[in-house]
């Protein structure tokens, strides 16, 4: 299974040990992520070699190959929110994953979409286990 991982990267990177749990355990789950470098330390230098419309496109191709979109949604994010309506749009799966403290957007809370799940966390250690019981 092909899965989009989408996070923020503009709006902030303060909770990268989220989505490296997150990938790390869809990798365990053999899925394949289809933006891979989405958890690296050097994302802004690997993205600067790229112009903004190089990188639309792309994302979007990567979204139309992915079989699901999975997000770390607890940092506000334009283009992660983008790329969720997108998805949506596409008819495909969304998994969101969200610290349970955070006050989080009502157009990702509040959205009724049969395609579209939230999953509150309290740690990182927590989302192995969501995963687990989503993906059974």
């Known amino acids: 299974m092909k899965v989009y991982l989408a996070a923020s990267i503009s709006g902030g990177r303060d909770n ?8 790390a355990a869809l990798k365990n789950r053999g899925m394949e992520i289809v933006n891979d470098h989405i958890s690296a330390e050097d994302i802004f230098d690997i993205e600067s070699a790229y112009s903004p419309q190089h990188i639309f496109r792309r994302d979007l191709d990567w979204i139309d190959s992915a079989d699901r979109l999975v997000a770390e949604v607890s940092v506000p994010s334009l283009g992660v929110g983008y790329e969720i309506a997108y998805a949506l749009q596409q008819a495909k799966p969304v998994l969101c994953f969200c610290q349970r403290d955070v006050t989080l957007s009502a157009m990702i809370e509040g959205n009724d979409d049969d395609n579209i799940v939230l999953v509150r966390y309290d740690t990182v250690q927590d ?5 687990e019981t989503h993906f059974r």
């Open 127 to 131: 989302i192995p286990t969501a995963i």
């Open 16 to 23: 990268l040990a989220a989505v490296r749990t997150i990938q």
